[in-house]
């Protein structure tokens, strides 16, 4: 079975040593009087729920799954799951980040970033009940009515309630402008709404008394479209005047999706009937409300993929430490022994510190993504607001794109190095790589989101934003250029800089003449650029290690050991992802359909 120890030193070493964000976030007036110690103990404490009571229910979990009875529409989780959950609202975990207005602790997001790392690390299946919750939450408090948040958002702040997000239809996907599902007007400023959605996580549980389903519907007169969409609050329960719960609303589950990994996430065929509904934002607007869920959701994936990395990456390192086999090429490591242990064979290292830098990499980037959030949510600079807005939105599809196809490389990696108990359920590993598949997957896949990260948020507005997140890491190149000792760590970032630069220029020139030039070159671009985050990242943190690998803390040393790892074995990629890039639309279109 797979164990789990958070990793609070190198959360400490992103936050306080290489981000300081409590200077940054001391400047923010809901932050004011934020310090280490707070954010420390709360992450400390987090860990400590996540590594003792929903770990030891992975396992488990994944080989139970969830049940539905077919005549009550009910669905049970799996063992042990909504003991935990009361444990976590009872612990107050659901409020971390949540406005104090509505019973939140009003703490800053990178805290609830760092806490639903670990959850996801413990159980990504059981992570997602009270995950999705948030982000319903989020979507309520950015665009519903003074009456919708009374009555909604202290039941999920507190997580007596949860929340999920149904806008996948059996006949599309990502695609929404092609749903089918009706809202019709009715006297009271209600709607009865009918349709179907497929792939609802959490769709339906006993864990929570109540489920907020946020769905998107088309009104009788609505346009053609994703111009034609509108969100409606759909709770399982009618919720009455007093905020008690009410009749059984017309939503339920139809079946349970027989999926190949986080088999312990109810992930449902939901059917409304008539299900009553209240309108959120604008009729036709709904999109805009829902990507408010849905980024929220591109954020949470990413970090589902960042927290499969560093579980899987901590059992590969102990089994790797302990199983025997064979001796190294260059000479008996351990004399004592009938063989000498896996860790000492290059290519066991080469596997386990490609995880390992993945981990760390993405961990400094989505926790300064996750500080710029902080800082557009609450900063009192309006100018500060709009330019930490853009470049979240800039770097929230590397977050979900890069992350997760990093996690399936790295998790596939840790159970390479099992051999074949990696291919054993008991070990936990299997479970892992299976997991981690899903997140490329859902919340748009990741071609979606090279999609909107060329198309919309770098050629859309000519490469503004991506420019001024450039300037951020050509300044650390000017500082730190005539440093002898970062040269090994500098060259290569400002190459990959300038690189970056031609290539976005040469796409954009092609994308005039033929829009699909895009399509052909944006899943390597993104990965391009995301390694340029994780060059950029691991440079400073290899600053600061080299500054304090005097102290005698072996933290420091691995730090640096690991960023010469990256730059030496992992950028490197980017060399063949810009020549396959750079190779254009033709050789994928060139051949006859008929041919295929």
Known sequence: MPTY??????????????????????????????????????????????????APLNLSGDAEGCKLDKTTHEVTPPKGFKEAYKQY???????????PAYGGQGLPVLVNQ????????????????????????????????????????????SGEWTGTMCLTEPHCGTDLGLLRTKAEPQADGTYKITGAKIFIS?????????????????????????????????????????????????????GLEHKMGIHANSTCQMVLENAIGTMVGEPNKGLAAMFVMMNAARLGVGN??????????????TYAKDRIQMRSLSGVKAPDKAADPIIVHPDVRKML??????????????TYVALQLDKALSSDDEDERKECEAEVALLTPIIKAFLTDNGWIATSHCMQVYGGHGFIHEWGMEQFVRDARINM?????????????????VLGNNGATLKKFGKKIATFVEEEGTSEAMQEFINPLADLGDKVTKLTTEIGMKAFQNPDEVGAA????????????????????AKIALEKQGSGDPFYTAKLHTARFYFAKLLPETASLIRTARAGLQPLMAMDEALF
């Open 522 to 541: 944006a899943v390597d671009y993104l990965r391009v650029v995301g390694h340029l985050c994780f060059a950029y990242f691991f440079a400073r943190a």
């Open 441 to 457: 997957i859902y919340e748009g896949t990741n071609t979606i989101q090279s999609l909107d990260l060329l198309g919309r948020k």
């Open 89 to 99: 609202v009872e612990g107050g975990w659901p409020a971390l980040s949540c406005d």
């Open 353 to 366: 510190l490609t995880a390992r830098a993945y981990a760390e990499g993405g961990r400094a980037l989505s």
């Open 5 to 54: 120890t958070p990793p609070l030193r190198d959360m400490q070493f992103v936050m306080h040593e290489m981000l300081n964000v409590v200077e940054e976030l001391k400047m923010l007036p809901a932050h004011a009087d934020i310090d280490a110690d707070t954010i420390n103990a709360v992450l400390e404490e987090g860990g400590k729920f996540c590594a003792e009571v929903i």
């Open 202 to 254: 959490a769709g339906e549980h006993d864990l929570a008394e109540n489920i907020v389903h946020l769905v998107l519907a088309r009104l009788p007169d609505a346009p053609a479209g994703s111009k034609g969409i509108s969100l409606f609050i759909v709770p399982k329960f009618l919720v009455n005047a007093d905020g008690t719960l009410g009749a059984r609303n017309g939503i339920f589950c139809a």
């Open 304 to 317: 589902q993929s960042l927290g499969l990395t560093e579980v899987a990456y901590q059992n590969a390192v």
């Open 114 to 157: 760092g806490m639903y790392e670990m959850m996801n690390s413990a159980n990504q299946a059981w992570t997602m009940y009270p995950g999705l919750s948030h982000g319903a939450y989020e979507a309520l408090h950015a665009h519903g009515t003074p009456e919708q948040k009374a009555t909604y958002l202290t039941k999920l702040t």
